[in-house]
């Protein structure tokens, strides 16, 4: 192989990898199942916040979700939104909660151990897990959507794979049974 087609190979090596990093091309883990699918036009940056099947936005920069164009309804699972906001349009402000129809909480659908993974669709910038649904939070998903470094608004895209993961049994109540067990063999051998 020739020295100049030896230094080209390496050429588009080296591209490949960075056009596969730019991607982020992420596979959806084994096991994981889909539980939510958003697309919302994000001017700025927003926090989309979900606790059982209610959702809503958290103002973050610039515009507020669904006031950018004519054509900006929040889609959550294929249903069209248009929140209010009763308690102001500024930095930290909470839309109304939005009810999605048909959708089991997540605890309901996985259990109460439950583990999500991100699947980022559509971004100009970035999307961002920042809290995963527990027991602790009461099953708080919180996602930041952030436009904030480019101009204007564009559509930003994502679903939630989730999957249930078993509760283990504690060791006092396997040792609980085992002696149960045991006891009741006792007593068929004696009696």
Not at 102 to 107: K, N
Not at 156 to 177: D, H, M, Q, R, S
Not at 180 to 186: N, P, R, S
Request: aromatic content about 14%; glycine content about 6%.
């Amino acid at each position: 192989m020739s020295k100049l087609a030896k230094i080209l190979s390496v050429i588009v090596c080296m591209l490949t990898v960075q056009f596969l990093i730019v991607l982020d091309i992420q596979a959806v883990p084994t096991g994981f199942e889909e539980y939510l699918h958003v697309k919302a036009m994000i001017d700025g940056s927003d926090w989309f916040e979900m606790q059982e099947n209610l959702w809503r936005w958290q103002h973050r920069n610039y515009e507020i979700p669904e006031t950018f164009y004519d054509i900006d309804k929040t889609i959550v699972n294929g249903q069209e939104f248009l929140s209010e906001w009763p308690n102001g349009e500024d930095y930290l402000d909470y839309s109304a909660y939005n009810e999605v129809l048909g959708l089991p909480t997540i605890e309901e659908r996985f259990g109460p151990d439950v583990e999500v993974f991100l699947d980022v669709l559509d971004a100009r910038w970035l999307i961002t897990l920042e809290q995963s649904p527990s027991m602790l939070n009461g099953y708080t998903l919180r996602i930041l959507l952030d436009d904030d470094p480019k101009f204007g608004a564009d559509f930003y895209e994502f679903k939630i794979w989730a999957k249930g993961n078993p509760v283990p049994i504690p060791g006092t109540f396997f040792l609980l049974g085992f002696s149960m067990f045991g006891l009741l063999a006792l007593k068929r051998k004696c009696c």
